[in-house]
């Protein structure tokens, strides 16, 4: 985590190119144009690393997850929270879902932009009920 934090952060600190064409900005003043500005980047390294995998980005952390899945496939863990997880559970639990604050109840969450969260979270309370027979008028899943 420490390599991972310390690669973003030295790629954060280089300079990076500004989001509009500075070039014509300068062309309109006075001043010229200086070596550096010439020879800025199109895009900043950091959102390279923001679409890297993490092998490519962080191949230490990468190593040690191997390490652990390779452990948790040895074994037999008769913890339900450490038992094995499927790649579609990792590949939705891993989602830009994640990124999102969303707290409250779907159609009552304390911050805008939650449509697709309510959305999956209505799923989930429909399958929860259909999956133990009940009925929603009398039960409410959450």
Known sequence: MAMALRRLTSSINKPTSPLINTASLYRMSSSSLSAQQKNHKSHPDWIKQLND????????????????????WKGLELI??????????????????????????????????????????????????????LDPTKWGGT
């Open 80 to 133: 339900p929270s450490e038992n094995f997880t499927s790649l579609a559970v990792m590949q939705a639990v891993g989602s830009v879902m994640t990124n999102k604050y969303s707290e409250g109840y779907p159609g009552a969450r304390y911050y805008g932009g939650n449509e697709y969260i309510d959305m999956a979270e209505t799923l989930c309370q429909k399958r929860a009920l259909e999956a133990f027979g």
């Open 53 to 72: 995998p993490l092998e490519v980005v962080d191949p230490e952390i990468e190593d040690i997850i191997e390490l652990e899945k390779a452990r948790q």
